[in-house]
């Protein structure tokens, strides 16, 4: 109890400070989304990024150096997913690692006879259980200027951190109340079928084909779909737009008139 009122006592101390200029014309020069977000949402949208890069650790990594630009626009672009649920945070995360493009990942598979089989493949991000997230900073400074094709990595990847909070990814994140779940999992798991058979036909959906290779990418591509592309997720597929608006307690379709 001590713990979370020190907490947000820290927290209104860093909101009551004036938010940066140089920010501020970060956002506005280099997120157009910011600058259509209703008023309201871009205050809470600021309190956010700035509680957010108090409190979380950013990393170079091989040679990258940090410019100002790029905590806040990945700040941004995280916290985003947050201002329609103000209970809702990344209590998780500690750190944030940033590539200057994308890089080298390995991977296991397992064969039915139980061979493992390490190999390496291409990656612009990734997200951890244990509080750590990477990105490419090429793929998210093109997803914070172009928010309307649907792909953009740092929705992607803290979307999987909000699943990852009770230690699973597995596409059912914590929600608002226990009466909720039964919908969620009921929309969601259909529409993964349906992604998954559209897929297998080669036919064409508005998510991408990723989402149907589990449902922890179902649930990240949707919310990129949900933020980027919501008109027509909305038109298509109403219920999922509806689920996805529950959970993130906005209607981005606003966002995008």
Same mark, same amino acid.
């Given at each position: 109890m001590i713990f979370e009122f020190l907490k947000q006592r820290r927290r209104k101390k860093i909101r009551s400070k004036p938010f940066p200029e140089s920010h501020l014309k970060i956002l506005e020069g280099q997120f157009p989304l910011y600058q259509k977000l209703p008023a309201d949402a871009q205050t809470r949208l600021r309190d956010l990024v700035q509680v957010f890069l108090a409190e979380k650790n950013?990393?170079?990594? !091989?040679?990258?150096?940090?410019?100002?630009e790029?905590?806040?626009l990945i700040a941004a672009? #995280?916290?985003?997913?947050?201002?329609?649920?103000?209970? !809702?945070?990344y209590s998780k995360l500690k750190s944030i690692l940033v590539?200057?493009?994308?890089? #080298?990942?390995?991977?296991e598979q397992i064969s039915e006879g139980g061979?493992?089989?390490v190999s390496n493949h291409e990656v612009l991000g990734q997200s951890w259980e244990q509080g750590l997230v990477s990105l490419s900073w090429e793929s998210t400074k093109h997803g914070a200027a172009n928010m309307h094709d649907g792909r953009n990595v740092v929705i992607h990847e803290f979307a999987?951190?909000?699943d990852q909070e009770d230690g699973v990814a597995n596409g059912l994140p914590v929600l608002r109340s226990r009466c909720r779940y039964a919908a969620w999992k009921s929309v969601l798991s259909e529409e993964y079928e349906r992604l998954q058979d559209r897929v297998e036909k080669g036919r064409k959906a508005i998510m991408d084909a990723y989402g149907a290779t589990h449902p922890a990418e179902f649930f990240a591509v949707a919310s990129e779909c949900f933020f980027?592309?919501?008109?027509?997720?909305?038109?298509?597929?109403?219920?999922?737009y509806r689920e996805l608006q529950i959970f993130y307690g906005q209607d981005p379709v606003e966002y995008h008139d």
């Open positions: 950013f990393e170079g990594c !091989r040679g990258f150096e940090l410019s100002e790029v905590p806040v672009q #995280a916290c985003l997913l947050l201002i329609g649920n103000p209970d !809702r945070e590539y200057p493009r994308s890089y #080298a990942a390995a991977s061979i493992v089989t999987h951190q909000l980027e592309k919501s008109k027509q997720l909305k038109h298509h597929r109403p219920e999922l």
